[in-house]
């Protein structure tokens, strides 16, 4: 695994990783990590680029597509040894982007869920999403 592929991982489990309870306080590193010019701002296409290798980086066999156990993995919900994401439930986080409920999440589906989280958190719908409105569990 490169330095950079480990720092997306990295920045992206801050991402996910989602409790019952949100928290709304800001997560610097995850920020900066998406952030990818540095103005402090984190566009739509900063989102989409984040998201798109946020998705690669989970889609362990390149298939196209992040089976339960590949996001459970990615997401550090099993031990990659254990490999037994299937008597686990799917948490919500993984209901709520795979729309069409075949326990399977697509490109098209990830990015979709996505959008939809930078409008929410686009508090002042100006197409770019300030430290202030960035909140967990972000993007």
Do not use: C, W
């Amino acid at each position: 695994m490169t330095v950079k592929s480990s720092l997306i991982t990295s920045v992206a489990v801050s991402v996910v990783m989602i409790t019952s309870v949100q928290a709304k306080t800001f997560n610097a590193a995850s920020f900066l990590g998406i952030d990818r010019d540095a103005n402090n701002m984190i566009s739509k296409d900063e989102a989409s680029y984040y998201r798109n290798t946020y998705f690669s980086t989970m889609d362990g066999n390149s298939d196209g597509s992040v089976s339960f156990k590949e996001y459970a993995i990615a997401n550090q919900l099993i031990d990659t040894a254990s490999g037994k994401p299937a008597e686990m439930e799917p948490p919500k986080e993984f209901k709520a982007v795979d729309t069409n409920k075949d326990n399977q999440l697509s490109l098209d589906e990830f990015l979709a869920h996505g959008t939809v989280l930078f409008q929410q958190l686009d508090k002042n719908k100006d197409s770019q999403i300030s430290k202030e409105e960035y909140v967990s569990p972000g993007l």
